[in-house]
């Protein structure tokens, strides 16, 4: 192989200049090159060696995780392969596919093993999902890997605050305030909008004005602990990427001062993370991903950690599978909710929407007023300063 060129980009010679044609190789491509394709295309150059990449993974064969052995087409069990593998699909595909094919040769191949070893970890493509896997296997890792996988773990939770700290205080920051409203605000302080909207009734059509008898003001939230929040969150190994999510927005309430922040992971036993606060990769080496679930107990702990019901939200990021007591759970949402706490349920907290996820408690916490959704990274922000202002949460569309 000759040349550098930017990784997904065909070279000129490969690429079809003919739209019919250019279309007759991507479906190649994407059909593999069975007798039954019916393509009739034959591959060369950089083609040959994506589809060689694809096949490795997606070729024929039982696609239940094993490894690899006993496919007509695989990477081998040896780490040598698997590396040389994420090394190629680095160079022929864009970061965001190869990160879904590092995905599913974990899945599919039963790679994960080999994560263990350092120089398999400086190979991949580190993203949310590698992340979770990491997490899932550190108690089993040789002290010669562990701070591998720190590294990779801390790169991709930095990233994550890169893209979500500055949003996520923006919006939060305007939501303490809004709701720390005065009543007898400086000039400077006064909310016009809602002044004005407040005092509409005593409009002068012949001065074309409002004259306001009621001054609505925003707040200083940020003087003084206003708020507080408490993150119940779900370690059982489908709440991968939710786990993740969630201790990097942990630590950026933690570091407002109008927020006091609690963490709380639970599977059958409850943790409470709240100390390792301001480091989320402390974070998430602290939890333990796979396990049972005990909704119920886990809601306890927090209840118990409620001081002012008022001004407190807890946010339960959990698929709702409760191997712990169902109605003693309902109950603690519904008491919750009754004495002033702004509850939220997530699904999941990541960005491919909804896991399965129990319909039935689903249901019932709606039918308590605490409808259950999926959140996006990005939603999260004005999830929790609509919970926080005490309004209409924004619910994706499920459509």
């Known amino acids: 192989m000759t040349g550098t060129r930017t990784p997904g980009e ?26 039954a394709d019916g393509t009739g295309r034959t591959l060369s150059g950089q083609d040959a060696a994506m589809d060689g990449a694809l096949a490795a993974l997606y070729g024929k064969g039982d696609s239940s995780p094993q490894s690899g052995r006993d496919r007509s087409a695989g990477l081998g069990a040896s780490a040598p392969s698997v590396a040389r593998w994420l090394g190629d699909i680095r160079t022929y595909f864009p970061s965001s596919v190869v990160q879904v094919m590092q995905r599913d040769a974990i899945d599919r191949l039963g790679l994960a093993t080999l994560l263990l070893e350092p120089e398999m970890l400086e190979a991949v493509e580190a993203d949310v999902h590698l992340v979770g896997t990491l997490l899932s296997l550190h108690r089993a890792m040789p002290e010669t890997t562990k701070e591998t996988a720190r590294t990779v773990v801390r790169k991709v939770v930095e990233d994550l605050e890169k893209r979500l700290d500055t949003r996520t205080r923006t919006t939060l920051t305007g939501a303490l305030d809004r709701s720390a409203r005065v009543s007898r605000p400086r000039h400077h302080d ?22 306001p008898e009621r001054l609505i003001g925003y707040g200083h939230a940020s003087r003084s602990v206003k708020k507080e929040v408490v993150l119940c969150v779900d370690q059982s190994g489908s709440m991968a990427a939710s786990v993740v999510y969630a201790s990097v927005f942990g630590a950026v309430l933690a570091s407002m001062r109008s927020i006091d922040t609690r963490l709380v992971v639970f599977d059958t036993t409850v943790v409470d993370l709240t100390d390792r606060l301001d480091d989320p990769v402390d974070v998430l080496f602290g939890t333990r991903l796979g396990g049972g679930t005990d909704i119920n107990r886990a809601l306890a702990y927090c209840q118990s950690l409620i001081t002012r019901p008022a001004e407190t939200v807890v946010v339960l990021i959990s698929d709702l599978y409760e191997g712990g007591i169902r109605d003693e759970m309902l109950k603690r949402v519904g008491a919750m909710k009754a004495s002033g706490v702004g509850f939220v349920t997530l699904l999941a907290l990541s960005d491919e929407g909804a896991p399965a996820y ?4 689903a249901a019932a916490l709606a039918a308590l007023g605490t409808p259950a959704f999926a959140c996006t990274p990005d939603l999260f922000p004005e999830v929790m300063a609509a919970a926080i202002e005490k309004r209409p949460l924004p619910i994706p569309d499920a459509g």
């Open 358 to 361: 129990d319909g039935q408690h």
């Open 10 to 35: 065909t070279p000129s010679a490969d690429r079809a200049t003919d739209p019919a044609q250019e279309r007759l190789r991507r479906w190649r491509l994407v059909l593999g090159g069975d007798a």
């Open 190 to 211: 006064i909310d016009w909008n809602r002044t004005i909207a407040a005092n509409l009734k005593h409009y002068l059509p012949e001065h074309r004005t409002v004259v």
